[in-house]
C-alpha cells in the first residue's frame, strides 16, 4: 500500500508560489544575462514538467487505493453483520421484525426471523420497547442477552452474556452465610433433668442437626450447651429455603415424642463485605428470633435490606422461672431513680392491655419518688376505653398524671425516662417524636419482635409467651419498693388489660397469668367494675352480627368474614366480630375483612394457637400475636383484599416464608 498518507494527491500552494517566484526571476535573469536565462529556462522547463508528471502519477495512485478501500470496507461490513457474534434486528412500527442478522437464528426453531414478530424471541421486548428502554436483559431458552435498542432507527443490538451471568451467580453462590443455632429454653427444660436424661437430649439433638449439616455441606461447630455455630454459602441457604428448613419440624417432631418442649431458632446474615459486619447481622437475626419466641429462622439480607421469617408456628412456651422479672424490676427500678422524670406512652388507639400497663409503669416511678406523666391522645380512643377515662377521670390524684403528646413533647429532656409499653415500633406509639427526644428508652412488650424497632433501647423486657403486657408491669410491680400502693381503680386497670388480651382468660393464659390476676385482686382489682368497662351498646351488637353474617368457612377450620364494600365499621368491632367467630364449633383460626372508619381496609386475626395469625398477618404488612393481629391496607377493594388473604393462608399451609 502506498504511502498516500506521507504525500498530497495535488500540487500544493507553496509549490506553485515557487514556481511563480522562479519565473518572476528568470525574466530578470533574461534581462541581464540572456544567454544563462536561456540554461534557466530549458531547466525550469524540465522541472515543471516532472513536477506535474509525478502529480498526476500520485493522484492515480490515490485513487485506485480509494477504490479498493471501498471495496474491502463494505465487504468487510457485509462479513461483519453476516458473521460477527452480535445479534442484529430491525424491526417495524409494529414490532415486526424486517430483517435480523444470522446470528440470530439460534434462538428460534424457524430458519429465518423476517415477518415474526419480536414476541416470537421473548414476550417482554414489545414491553421493554414501548416503556423506551434503552437497556434490558433477555432470557431466551439457556440464553442471557443484555440488548441495546436504537430507538431511532429501530435497531436492537443483543450481546450473548450467558457466560458472565454465569460467572456472576457462581460468585454469589460461593459468598459466606453464617448462622448461629440456638436451643429455645434448653437451660429451663435441663435444670431439673438428672445427667442420663440430660446427655440423651444434648446427643439426640446433636444427631439430628450433623445429620441436617452434613446432607447439606454445612460446616457446624458445637460453641456452648445450647449454641451451635454453622457456616454455609447462598447455594446452600437457597435450598434450605426451599425446603422451608425442615429441621425445624425435626426437632419439634422428635422433642414432642419425648414430652420435651424443645424447640430451634436459627439467626443467619448474609450479604454484609465483611466478617464482623456479618457476625453482628447474624447475632442480630437470632435476636430478632428469640423476641419473636423462638422456634423459627430470621434472615437478614444486607444486600436487599430486608427479613425473611420461616417457621414460628407454634406458640412459644411459658418461662418456668420468674428470676427475669426480678431482674428486669430491679433494672427498671434504677433505671427511674437516675431520671428527671418519667413518661410512659402505649400505642395507638389505647386498648385496655395499653391504658393499664402505662398506670403500672406509672407507680413504679411513684414507688420511688420520681414524677411520672402518661401520655395519651384523647381524640384517639374507642369506646370501651373511654369508659375507663371517664372512671379515672373521676379519680383527680390519677388523671393529673395524663397529659397529651404536645405537652409532653414541651417537658421531655435528654434526661428524661421514656417507657414505651405494648409496642416496640415507633411507628406506632402515641408520639413518634418523643422517642427520638431523649436518650432512655424502655420497651415492655408481649408482642412478637418485628423487623422495626426502637433504636439503641436502654432497657427492653419482652416476653411474647405472656398474655399482656398488663401481665408483665403487674409482676414487675411485685419487686418494687414495699410503700407502692395500688388503689381499686388502677389494680382494675391492669386486670381489665389481662381480660380483654386474654378473652376472659381464654387464650394464651399461663400460670403466671392467673397469679398476676390474683396479686391485682388482692390490691382491690374490681370485677364487676371490669365488666361495666366492656359493656357494649345494642347498636354496636347489632352492626357486628351484620358483619358475622357473612362469614365463610375456608379450609373446614377457618372462619373468614367480608364486610359489605357499602359499610365501614370501627376497629374495636372488627376485633369483636373476630373473637366471637373463634367461638364457634370446628372453628380454628377467625379474620374479619371490612372497610374501615379511616376508608382503610382492616383485617383482624384470631387464633386458638394452632394457626399462626401473625405470620399471616405480617405478609399483609400488618403483625401482632401468635394468636391476635391486624392489619391495615391502603388503595385495596374489600374482594381484593379476601382473595389476597386466601393466596397467603394457602402458602402458610404449604410451609411459606414472611418477609
Not at 515 to 534: E, N
Not at 586 to 602: H, L, M, P, T
Request: hydrophobic share 40%; no cysteine.
Amino acid at each position: 500500500m502506498p504511502k498516500i498518507k506521507d504525500k498530497p494527491v495535488a500540487m500544493g500552494r507553496h509549490i506553485i508560489g515557487i514556481y511563480v517566484l522562479s519565473f518572476v526571476l528568470l525574466i530578470f535573469l533574461f534581462y541581464f544575462h540572456w544567454i544563462i536565462g536561456a540554461v534557466m529556462t530549458v531547466l525550469f522547463s524540465i522541472s515543471l514538467y516532472y513536477s506535474i508528471e509525478r502529480e498526476k502519477q500520485l493522484v492515480d495512485q490515490t485513487e485506485a487505493y480509494i477504490s479498493t478501500l471501498s471495496y474491502r470496507v463494505k465487504k468487510v461490513g457485509e462479513e461483519a453483520l453476516l458473521e460477527m457474534p452480535i445479534g442484529i434486528i430491525l424491526y417495524g412500527d409494529d414490532y415486526q421484525i424486517e430483517w435480523a442478522n444470522p446470528y440470530m437464528n439460534q434462538f428460534t426453531e424457524t430458519d429465518s426471523l423476517i415477518g415474526d414478530n419480536l414476541d416470537v424471541l421473548s414476550d417482554d421486548i414489545s414491553s421493554y420497547l414501548k416503556d423506551d428502554k434503552e437497556t434490558f436483559w433477555l432470557t431466551i431458552d439457556q440464553y442471557d442477552l443484555q440488548v441495546y435498542n436504537k430507538k431511532e432507527e429501530k435497531l436492537l443490538y443483543l450481546f450473548d452474556r450467558t457466560k458472565q451471568t454465569e460467572l456472576h451467580t457462581l460468585y454469589q453462590n460461593e459468598k459466606t452465610v453464617l448462622g448461629i443455632i440456638f436451643l429455645d429454653n434448653y437451660e429451663e427444660i435441663t435444670q431439673n433433668m438428672d445427667d442420663t436424661a440430660k446427655s440423651q437430649i444434648n446427643s439426640q439433638v446433636t444427631s439430628i442437626l450433623n445429620n441436617w449439616s452434613n446432607e447439606h455441606e454445612i460446616y457446624l461447630k458445637r460453641t456452648s450447651q445450647e449454641r451451635f455455630m454453622a457456616v454455609m454459602n447462598q447455594k446452600i441457604l437457597a435450598d434450605l429455603e426451599k425446603s422451608k428448613f425442615e429441621i425445624l419440624d425435626e426437632v419439634r417432631e422428635l422433642i414432642t415424642d419425648k414430652n420435651v418442649p424443645l424447640t430451634l431458632s436459627i439467626g443467619i446474615g448474609l450479604g454484609s463485605e465483611g466478617l464482623p459486619g456479618l457476625g453482628e447481622l447474624t447475632q442480630s437475626s437470632l435476636d430478632l428470633a428469640l423476641g419473636r419466641g423462638g422456634d423459627q429462622v430470621v434472615i437478614k439480607d444486607d444486600n436487599t435490606g430486608k427479613v425473611r421469617f420461616y417457621g414460628g408456628k407454634t406458640n412459644p412456651m411459658e418461662k418456668r422461672t420468674r428470676v427475669r422479672a426480678r431482674v428486669i424490676s430491679h433494672a427498671l427500678k434504677e433505671l427511674v431513680k437516675e431520671s428527671d422524670q418519667i413518661l410512659v406512652m402505649g400505642h395507638k388507639a389505647p386498648d385496655m392491655d395499653s391504658i393499664g400497663a402505662s398506670i403500672g409503669v406509672l407507680k413504679i416511678a411513684q414507688a420511688n419518688d420520681v414524677e411520672g406523666f402518661i401520655v395519651l391522645d384523647e381524640d384517639d380512643i374507642n369506646t370501651g376505653v373511654q369508659r375507663l377515662v371517664d372512671e379515672m377521670k373521676d379519680s383527680e390524684e390519677l388523671w393529673s398524671h395524663f397529659i397529651d403528646p404536645d405537652s409532653a413533647l414541651d417537658i421531655v429532656t435528654k434526661d428524661t425516662l421514656l417507657v414505651v409499653v405494648d409496642t416496640h415500633k415507633p411507628s406506632l406509639v402515641q408520639e413518634e417524636k418523643l422517642v427520638h427526644k431523649t436518650e432512655h428508652v424502655v420497651v415492655i412488650d408481649h408482642h412478637r419482635r418485628g423487623e422495626e424497632f426502637v433504636d439503641h433501647p436502654t432497657l427492653v423486657y419482652m416476653e411474647p409467651y405472656a398474655s399482656s403486657t398488663s401481665e408483665l408491669v403487674t409482676e414487675l410491680l411485685e419487686y418494687q419498693p414495699s410503700k407502692l400502693s395500688l388503689n381499686m381503680l388502677e389494680s382494675t386497670a391492669l386486670l381489665a388489660g389481662i381480660i380483654v388480651d386474654t378473652n376472659s382468660f381464654t387464650l394464651r393464659t399461663g400460670s403466671r397469668t392467673f397469679d398476676a390476676a390474683s396479686y391485682l385482686r388482692s390490691k382491690g382489682a374490681d370485677t364487676v367494675l371490669v365488666q361495666k368497662f366492656l359493656k357494649e351498646d345494642l347498636d354496636i351488637y347489632v352492626k357486628r352480627s351484620r358483619l358475622i353474617e357473612n362469614t365463610n368457612i375456608y379450609r373446614g377450620n377457618i372462619a373468614i368474614s367480608v364486610g359489605n364494600s357499602r359499610e365501614r365499621y370501627g376497629p374495636v368491632i372488627i376485633a369483636q366480630a373476630a373473637d366471637t367467630l373463634l367461638m364457634m364449633t370446628g372453628v380454628e383460626a377467625s379474620f374479619v375483612i371490612s372497610e374501615r372508619e379511616d376508608g382503610r381496609i382492616g383485617i383482624s386475626a384470631r387464633s386458638l394457637g394452632d394457626v399462626n395469625v401473625q405470620v399471616i398477618m405480617e405478609k399483609m404488612n400488618g403483625g401482632g400475636h401468635l394468636t391476635n393481629a391486624a392489619t391495615q391496607l391502603d388503595d385495596m377493594a374489600v374482594i381484593d383484599a379476601y382473595e389476597w388473604l386466601k393466596e397467603i393462608i394457602d402458602e402458610y399451609y404449604e410451609g411459606g416464608e414472611t418477609e
